[in-house]
T-cell receptor
Framework: RKEVEQDPGPFNVPEGATVAFNCTYSNSASQSFFWYRQDCRKEPKLLMSVYSSGNEDGRFTAQLNRASQYISLLIRDSKLSDSATYLCVVNQAGTALIFGKGTTLSVSS | ETGVTQSPTHLIKTRGQQVTLRCSSQSGHNTVSWYQQALGQGPQFIFQYYREEENGRGNFPPRFSGLQFPNYSSELNVNALELDDSALYLC??????????FGPGTRLTVT
């Protein structure tokens, strides 16, 4: 079983749509959780940390369910500029980030 | 921008050669982590340096080695290059390893 699993997509949505990405992780000792965004041939950029209580940053909402070992990212009112690969990331021992393979989002006009 | 810089941007090497990649961390950060990203995959952890000491290592052979300097910049060295070492090499800077911020990467091609 992979340590972090994501649906690879691609997700193709029109502008204005709401889209949700899901992720599961295998190590229950995982300590911190993140979503990163990666544009083609660029570095990953931290989108948001994910807290147990859930957190929101503008159009983006992240949720964490430790009991189910499940993380989600919701994007509301999608923009063309949201097109990218979204990486679910877990930090287990305070050192290594463990990445999923990423979910590709394409937003069209 | 993150303030993390890497050099060189691109590099082409021949199998068997050695390569050194460099990373300057964001001001105020004391931890540098290195990752390898193959095409179509998520980044894979190579190792991390905290205050000039190796602080964790992923599943990479000993021919991958590193250093961190007193100013917290870092080097990644790879000996005896193999074709499979072709990838994007990313360094990430952080304060005590929490939120990690990536540099633009070095794209290494081994022929």
């Amino acid at each position: 079983r992979k340590e972090v699993e994501q649906d690879p997509g691609p997700f193709n949505v029109p502008e204005g749509a709401t889209v949700a990405f899901n992720c599961t992780y295998s190590n229950s000792a995982s300590q911190s959780f993140f979503w990163y965004r990666q544009d083609c041939r660029k570095e990953p950029k931290l989108l948001m940390s994910v807290y147990s209580s859930g957190n929101e940053d503008g159009r983006f909402t992240a949720q964490l369910n430790r009991a189910s070992q499940y993380i989600s990212l919701l994007i509301r009112d999608s923009k063309l500029s949201d097109s990218a690969t979204y990486l679910c990331v877990v930090n287990q021992a305070g050192t290594a980030l463990i990445f999923g393979k990423g979910t590709t989002l394409s937003v069209s006009s | 921008e993150t303030g993390v810089t890497q050099s060189p941007t691109h590099l082409i090497k021949t199998r068997g050669q050695q390569v050194t990649l460099r990373c300057s961390s964001q001001s105020g950060h004391n931890t540098v982590s290195w990752y390898q990203q193959a095409l179509g995959q998520g980044p894979q952890f190579i190792f991390q340096y905290y205050r000039e000491e190796e602080n964790g290592r992923g599943n990479f052979p000993p021919r991958f080695s590193g250093l961190q300097f007193p100013n917290y910049s870092s080097e990644l060295n790879v000996n005896a290059l193999e074709l499979d070492d072709s990838a994007l090499y990313l360094c990430a800077s952080s304060l005590n390893s929490y939120e990690q911020y990536f540099g633009p990467g070095t794209r290494l091609t081994v022929t």
